[in-house]
């Protein structure tokens, strides 16, 4: 297409410049006839030879030039679109290359998509907002019930199940200090009982993670999570590693990292059997941006219920924010979870 293009272009103004040419020529007849000039010579070749190829080489120049002008045009059309698609409604676009006869047609373009992107970044900031608004059922907010039932199910499961592992654990280390006299069988059942235990005890951990409170009371996005991933690091055998940057945004969006971030952390404990485990949160004009790292069992995406891993709402948090969700996974390779939440902060 590219180059049916060019040729097109490139026969239109060869034709111009020929068509020039020839008027000229025929305009100087009563001066020099047609074999007057054929005898004349410039640089030993005939100059109407000469002139055809002047002709030639200068459409072939003009042509690239202008097409390379309109291609370039068009990369960076699209390239503003493609931003404007990805949510970089912030991210300023490059100014479109102009050209005799259409300066005052790419203006325009420039300014419609200047109104485009912002239109969009006024409309993410309201669907944004409109999020984080609370919803009433009744006298209470659903976020209110939701929250009282969470502490309601926590403490309950901290007073009773959690308290019982943690005593059968006990129990399970007191026999196994005299689990020499044993016989071997009841030795090996021993420990795959003491294993089933513990991993009863991580599954519980990530539970009550789970149902915590999602607000951040009172605390700034940063320092929730990392009061979050510091209690973690003592509670459960895995390697964190993390990097949280001060975020400036809506308060209703801090609540909705926190609880994603909250809900990646529960699902990786529970499902991913990872011994390291990376969180960045980063922030920079165009977008906030969240990523977490495991080296777990991974999975397969494509042939993965929607609902495995808890991700069905992260996803629907996440796009109630406008923002995109990736996640990047292969079985016994590990998971990457990417997120991207558009900066709707005005400068």
Request: proline share 3%; with cysteine.
């Amino acid at each position: 297409m590219r180059g049916v293009t060019f040729l097109k272009l490139y026969s239109r103004i060869f034709l111009i410049l020929l068509l020039t040419v020839a008027v000229t020529i025929f305009s100087l007849r009563p001066i020099l006839s047609i074999r007057d000039f054929w005898k004349i010579n410039n640089y030993h070749v005939p100059v109407l030879l000469f002139l055809a190829a002047v002709v030639f080489i200068l459409s072939f120049v003009i042509s690239l030039m202008v097409y390379l002008t309109i291609v370039k045009t068009k990369k960076r059309l699209i390239e503003t679109l493609q931003q404007l698609n990805s949510g970089n409604y912030n991210k300023p676009s490059k100014p479109l290359e102009s050209f005799s006869g259409f300066g005052e047609s790419l203006e325009e373009i420039e300014n419609e998509l200047t109104l485009l992107r912002q239109k969009m970044m006024q409309l993410s900031r309201e669907v944004q907002e409109l999020s984080s608004v609370p919803k009433l059922v009744g006298s209470e907010t659903k976020e209110e019930i939701l929250e009282q039932e969470r502490h309601r199910i926590a403490r309950e499961l901290h007073d009773s199940v959690s308290q019982q592992l943690f005593a059968a654990m006990m129990l399970l280390s007191a026999l196994d200090e005299k689990s020499q006299e044993l016989p071997d069988h009841t030795q090996k059942s021993l420990k795959l009982i003491k294993a089933i235990v513990n991993e009863s005890q991580s599954e519980m951990r990530a539970l009550l993670l789970h149902l915590r409170p999602i607000k951040l009371e009172g605390k700034t996005l940063r320092k929730g999570i990392e009061q979050l991933l510091n209690e973690l690091k003592t509670k459960i055998e895995i390697q964190l590693k993390w990097e949280i940057a001060p975020i400036d945004t809506i308060p209703g969006v801090e609540d909705h990292l926190f609880r994603i971030v909250q809900e990646l952390l529960s699902n990786t404990l529970r499902h991913a059997k990872a011994k390291t485990l990376e969180v960045y949160l980063l922030q920079n004009e165009q977008e906030i941006s969240l990523r977490i790292f495991d080296d777990g069992v991974g999975f397969d995406p494509s042939v993965t219920k929607a609902g495995s891993y808890g991700l069905m709402n992260i996803q629907e948090r996440v796009s109630s924010l406008g923002g995109t969700c990736k996640i990047i996974s292969f079985p016994n390779q590990g998971t990457i979870i990417d997120i991207r939440i558009p900066n709707t902060m005005e400068d």
